[in-house]
């Protein structure tokens, strides 16, 4: 391989790493001996220049995560760019210009933005072989954008990328190994409400006084006024799990928590985890959890949720109604806990559906989707067809970053977990949950 065959091949890291732990470095140059030829001529050399430069006190770079892995078996195989971004506009301009398939029910109410249904009525919507039948998704009140920011949204019509920050948790970062064309086929879409709106206007960003805000190559849609739900996590998962209802009009999209930095194109990443795949959603496994009830566990351990009693009747409901721990029966899924914290999107009715079917449960119960993921990816008919890929791919993809650390308080530190024990009774009655328990520790010491 000539000298400038092999700088190419690595130009997409090496200008966009400065700040990368060194061993995430290394699989990513690694990465690149996997790759078919890769040449970066014009006009599709990444870009070079810094999208955006933030002043000293935001400290956008703060807090990373290193990766504690010592070896990376798990390269992820791009194509061309200039192949990618063909493949991508051809799909976009053969789809139809509704990528939904599905029917909505839009009664208006004040009470409650997706319905609030009881537990019969969602499990009804779980099989959904009669097309014509409308489903329950959100929007039943007003989600509170401007005119023109709801015009830009519906004007996506490719590829979108979704973040948002509720309650100042976290900072806004540009992504980073763009290529040169991708602007012209993604919209970066960053959602903040008024809280996170002050943080900015301290650090003397957005300060003009008109509607539409740009910071890097995001925009930046201010939600204002009456939020759909007093929870700041809840009002984040709208456009998490929505965004096709957002964003109509789009083909693909990504949803990225804010926590997250974007560290590969993000054509990229549809053409190799979506179209390659063949699937409609592609999503990473958990680091650590292979059952829904460890996930369960270790929210009530690590308190991600304050309400016990409704997390335990959420598992109950669960298991009087299918769910089942992980077993090889499951294959080719080899576990039921997801990161949900990077999500990628074929706009359709598998991925519309689930994501719909997964907010209902959500608004039923509480924002932390890993617990009703793999109820929903395995009771719902037709099936979602989905690309759950290693761990070690989300590490070279995306650079995680700590929350926001608050005044008088700190992050609880998410190490290697244990175990954590689950009450098999409640009141003196035997919980529902116990055959699953049973089932799930004869597992664990097989």
Not at 207 to 224: C, F, M, P, T, Y
Request: hydrophobic share 35%.
């Amino acid at each position: 391989m000539k000298a400038s065959e092999s700088e190419s091949r690595l130009v997409l890291f090496r200008t966009t790493g400065d700040d990368l732990d060194p061993f995430i470095l290394s699989c990513m140059n690694r990465l690149y001996k996997f790759l078919p030829k890769f040449t970066w001529s014009s006009p599709f050399n990444p870009i070079q220049k810094s999208l955006f430069s933030y002043p000293s006190t935001y400290g956008e770079h703060k807090y990373a995560f290193p990766t504690l892995r010592s070896s990376c078996n798990s390269p992820i195989i791009f194509s061309d760019y200039s192949v990618v971004l063909k493949d991508v506009k051809e799909i976009c301009k053969n789809s139809s210009s509704s990528t939904s398939g599905l029917s909505y029910l839009s009664t208006k109410t004040e009470s409650s933005f997706a319905g609030n249904f009881s537990t019969k009525e969602r499990i009804s919507y779980l099989d959904h072989r009669n097309d014509q039948m409308e489903v329950p998704c959100g929007f039943m009140k007003e989600f509170p954008v401007s005119k023109s920011d709801r015009i830009a949204m519906e004007s996506c019509k490719e590829v979108v990328v979704v973040s948002a920050i509720f309650g100042n948790h976290d900072k806004i970062r540009q992504p980073r190994g763009l290529g040169s064309k991708t602007l012209e086929t993604v919209c970066f879409i960053m959602f903040i409400d008024d809280i996170t709106l002050k943080d900015l206007h301290s650090h003397n960003l957005l300060l003009n006084e008109g509607q539409e805000h740009k910071l890097g190559v995001w925009r930046i849609v201010r939600v204002s006024g009456e939020l759909p739900y007093e929870n700041s996590a809840m009002n984040g998962v709208i456009p998490k799990h929505l965004v096709h209802r957002l964003f109509p009009n789009s083909k693909f999209s990504i949803w990225l928590d804010a926590k997250l930095q974007l560290m590969v194109d993000p054509l990229l990443l549809i053409h190799s985890l979506i179209i390659s795949e063949n699937v409609d959603m592609a999503i990473s496994k958990h680091p650590y959890y292979i059952h829904t009830m460890e996930e369960a566990m270790a929210t009530v351990r690590w308190k991600k949720w304050g309400n016990l009693e409704s997390l335990k009747e959420q598992m109950e409901v669960y298991c009087q109604n299918g769910l089942k721990p992980w077993t090889t029966h499951k294959l080719p899924y080899t576990t039921d806990v997801p990161d949900s914290a990077l999500i990628l999107r074929r706009h359709g009715v598998g991925s519309n559906l689930f994501s719909c079917l997964l907010f209902n449960e959500l608004e039923a119960f509480n924002p932390r989707d890993q617990l009703a993921f793999a109820f929903i990816r395995d009771n719902m008919n037709p099936k979602i067809k989905l690309n759950m890929f290693e761990v070690e791919v989300f590490e070279q993809i995306v650079l995680e970053y700590r929350h926001n650390l608050k005044h008088g308080g700190g992050s609880v530190e998410l190490s290697k977990k244990k175990r954590t024990k689950w009450d098999v009774s409640i009141n003196g009655n035997s919980c529902r949950c116990s055959n699953y328990l049973q089932e799930m520790w004869q597992k664990c010491h097989d």
